[in-house]
């Protein structure tokens, strides 16, 4: 926590609260127009570093450049002459086909790509945005019952970014979706992934090295260059 940063407190008439508002643990809390984090009640979900404005909350673990190498790798290394390329489903927890714990960036007989984070409060706009960089077909962002809804939401808002960055370069914006598992006693069918046509950056997707990785704002600035550029 950087609170030369926070902006909460800094004005009386219209406060910011975002941190306070997204934890669904109680572990951030407002005492004398200051934010204070309870580390014995924070579970590590990152959802007050998604809903920052001012980076003033920063997740350590995992950290941004791990998360961007474990993709990078995994998209880099899919095998040619399947295809489209792979759409790349990002989860938090158990994947909608029932298969608990699906390793990171596995590869499964649909061609479907999964990348599953610890928490899914850690998939930034950033972490979207390097997805298509680095060659996804397309982007599911998967949350589930497990998952409160303050985080879902939060995700989601990123999730609505990130498709109207790629829709300003001329894909379409459903490149990037947002989906929600419902628990097995409801109601609500689950129809699955959607098909995802083929990326449209031309030759070979690849994403740039950044060393060492910057800030969130400036990382996504580079991104969006990069995709511009492409």
């Known amino acids: 926590f950087l609170g030369d940063r926070c902006i909460h407190g800094r004005s009386r008439t219209r406060n910011c609260g975002r941190c306070l508002e997204v934890c669904p643990f109680g572990a951030v809390q407002s005492k004398a127009r200051s934010i204070s984090i309870n580390h014995y009640l924070c579970q590590g979900c990152g959802g007050c570093a998604l809903v920052c404005p001012t980076e003033a909350i920063r997740r350590v673990q995992p950290s941004t450049e791990e998360l961007l190498n474990m993709l990078s790798d995994k998209l880099k290394n899919r095998s040619e002459g399947d295809g489209y390329p792979p759409v790349l489903v990002i989860s938090g927890g158990e994947t909608p086909d029932g298969n608990s714990r699906v390793g990171a960036g596995e590869k499964t007989a649909d061609g479907t790509g999964r990348l599953e984070v610890e928490q899914i409060g850690h998939v930034g706009l950033e972490l979207l945005l390097a997805a298509v960089a680095a060659g996804a077909g397309g982007v599911v962002v998967v949350c589930g019952p497990q998952d409160p809804p303050t985080?879902?939401?939060?995700?989601?808002?990123?999730?609505?970014?990130?498709?109207?960055?790629?829709?300003?370069?001329?894909?379409?914006?459903?490149?990037?979706?947002?989906?929600?598992?419902?628990?097995?006693?409801?109601?609500?069918?689950?129809?699955?992934?959607?098909?995802?046509?083929?990326?449209?950056?031309p030759g070979d997707c690849s994403l740039p090295v950044f060393s060492p990785v910057p800030d969130r704002r400036t990382l996504i600035r580079l991104e969006t260059e990069h995709l511009a550029d492409r």
């Open 151 to 201: 985080i879902r939401k939060a995700v989601e808002r990123q999730v609505r970014m990130a498709g109207a960055i790629v829709q300003g370069f001329g894909m379409p914006e459903d490149k990037i979706r947002f989906a929600v598992v419902p628990p097995e006693n409801s109601d609500i069918p689950y129809a699955g992934f959607p098909a995802v046509g083929p990326a449209a950056l």
